[in-house]
């Protein structure tokens, strides 16, 4: 199929995958616009589904809208076609984060074939997992192989040592803490959570109780519990890890357009980690208090900014989190 007689159904397809991505607390803060005249994808940060408690700067919102982006580009490849796509093209409109045009054969602008196709299976696979992780250790060969993933997208991904993840792990009990007194933060995660079978079978967004994972008997994985100081009726316990595996990606600045390459560099990690055989969650507690996300830094790195904390181990995969309707976040004009 040539792009110029791009199906209606095919451009929902490609945006059905776009929005399986992940998003603080499952906001799904993004909107598509398929211009048919133009070959080409708008992806626009939607404002209303921002958190102006944990994420003011709306940082996470833009990591959010650019893991869809990164989605988006490997349904693209997935299907046959390449992509030109650039980042905040339109200065009076802050909102428009990308435009990605569909090109054919299948090269890239540049004429290099980005191999972005054997990600497509991990799309539909990769969930969020609030369950504890074994022990076993990652290969170093699979820990090179996602470091080299965040950096095609212009991000690093980093290992920290053992020090520094007992800092980490500090640093997350210190937010927690703060987001226990802060009565804002409290009530903006329950704006986001759907606590009750009939909530949790009707929602469309947030993070629904089955989903919480089980709560927390010990152990020191930074694993955000949704039900606060509430009770979820017939939630069982666990133990967690006391060494869990992290990883921080970042980069060298930190304006909008960092924000966007972390964010691709970001799924394309989570891909990867899936096909990988990992299971994964994301860790963003600390880097919401400015003064303890500088602290999150690796000192003897290059990397200027943390965007996002990872962890990465073998263990269950998480349940699959509700999405909204295409038809809600997609136009085709």
Not at 39 to 47: G, H, I, K, P, R
Not at 231 to 258: C, H, K, Y
Not at 259 to 279: K, S
Not at 280 to 307: H, N, Y
Request: include cysteine; aromatic fraction near 6%; proline fraction near 8%.
């Amino acid at each position: 199929m040539s792009v110029s007689a791009l199906e209606t159904a095919t451009v929902t397809a490609l945006v059905e995958d776009a929005a399986a991505a992940p998003s603080m607390h499952n906001a799904q803060p993004w909107r598509f616009r398929f211009l048919r005249a133009d070959s080409a994808f708008e992806v626009y940060s939607d404002l209303e589904r921002a958190m102006p408690r944990a994420d003011p700067t709306t940082r996470g919102l833009h990591l959010g809208c650019a893991a869809a982006l990164f989605n988006l580009r490997v349904a693209i490849a997935h299907a046959g076609w390449a992509t030109a796509t650039e980042l905040l093209p339109d200065p009076a409109d802050p909102r428009l984060l990308a435009v990605v045009r569909l090109t054919s054969p299948a090269l890239a602008a540049n004429g290099v074939a980005e191999d972005l196709a054997p990600l497509y299976p991990a799309i539909s696979h990769r969930h969020t997992s609030r369950q504890p992780f074994t022990d076993e250790a990652i290969p170093q060969a699979i820990k090179d192989a996602l470091s080299a993933a965040a950096l095609l997208e212009g991000a690093r991904l980093l290992f920290p040592d053992a020090w520094h993840v007992h800092t980490l792990l500090d640093l997350v009990h210190d937010a927690e803490g703060r987001d226990a007194m802060d009565a804002a933060a409290s009530e903006e995660l329950r704006h986001w959570t759907r606590v009750g079978p009939e909530a949790a079978e009707a929602a469309r967004d947030g993070v629904p109780e089955y989903a919480f994972g089980p709560r927390r008997l010990y152990g020191r994985a930074p694993v955000r519990d949704f039900a606060g100081r509430g009770v979820v009726p017939g939630r069982a316990a666990a133990a967690f890890e006391n060494a869990p595996q992290l990883a921080i990606l970042g980069t060298t600045s930190d304006r909008p357009r960092d924000w966007l390459l972390a964010g691709q560099a970001m799924e394309r990690v989570l891909l990867q980690a899936t096909l990988d055989g990992l299971a994964t969650s994301l860790t963003s507690q600390a880097l919401e208090w400015p003064e303890l996300r500088w602290i999150v830094r690796d000192p003897q790195s290059a990397m200027g900014f943390v965007q996002m904390v990872l962890r990465l181990g073998y263990g269950l995969a998480g349940p699959g989190t509700p999405r909204r309707p295409v038809d809600a976040v997609l136009e085709i004009a």
